[in-house]
């Protein structure tokens, strides 16, 4: 069963209906709230949800629903639905944002009224959506995409506000020099490690297995890193 545009749902103290043509600024403006993010305008936004960039090349399509207070959009949830010839097939949470507990208003919404199930793909830095849907079954999985590091001090002047807001001393003794083979000298602390070019991806956005470094250093590196990236495979897919 769908809900039309004008219908409302109320789940708690949301009321849940589907995007309406007056609501784009309105969700930009949740969009861009968002600590971790592509920049985009209004312009931007709309024609990406509909022109379903990701969501057509897995045969899904897109249906977006928002959580309204007080009669005010505080939260939306773009999903893709699967084609009709392709049952087989899960929806998808493409892109949302808003307050987490608005979220998961609209994916309970959801679940009720729209489909059997949904998958959702959270990042680390979204533990407060992580923590309403924490009796959901879960698994870990890579972002998708690859990440190619030009010139890491390059990298590391452009991360420093980013590294001072999560610990300012240690950002200060935070030094990358980068060598004529391509190799990263690291020195965090009194820690020093020469990192591959891979290594040196690992250290600053991924959570891998402790094999190069020291306890100590790994340690110290979770102070300030893995730095968040969006997910690559969603509403701003290439």
């Not at 609501?23 to 209004?42: G, K």
């Not at 949302?96 to 309970?108: D, F, S, T």
């Not at 506000?161 to 950002?171: G, Q």
Request: aromatic residues 8%.
């Amino acid at each position: 069963n769908s809900a039309g545009a004008n219908e409302k749902k109320g789940v708690g103290k949301y009321q849940i209906r589907e995007l309406q043509a007056t609501d784009w600024l309105a969700l930009q403006e949740l969009a861009q709230a968002r600590p971790v993010r592509y920049e985009q305008s209004v312009w931007d936004l709309a024609g990406m949800v509909h022109s379903e960039p990701f969501a057509s090349c897995i045969h899904r399509t897109h249906r977006t629903w928002v959580a309204e207070q007080d009669g005010q959009p505080v939260a939306f949830a773009v999903l893709g639905l699967p084609y009709r010839d392709r049952r087989d097939l899960s929806p998808l949470v493409i892109e949302w944002a808003g307050p987490a507990e608005a979220v998961g208003a609209i994916l309970k919404f959801a679940v009720d009224t729209q489909v059997d199930s949904l998958t959702l793909v959270l990042g680390p830095h979204e533990q407060e959506i992580a923590a309403v849907l924490s009796l959901i079954p879960a698994k870990q999985q890579r972002n998708q995409g690859t990440v190619r590091v030009m010139e890491a001090g390059r990298l590391v002047q452009q991360l420093r506000p980013y590294l001072i807001a999560r610990d300012a001393h240690l950002a200060s003794e935070f030094v990358v020099v980068s060598m004529p083979d391509g190799q990263v000298e690291v020195r965090l602390g009194k820690e020093m490690r020469v990192l591959s070019s891979q290594q040196f991806i690992a250290f600053v956005f991924d959570s891998p297995p402790q094999t190069v470094w020291t306890d100590r250093m790994e340690s110290l590196r979770r102070r300030l890193f893995p730095v968040a990236f969006p997910y690559t495979a969603g509403l701003n897919y290439v």
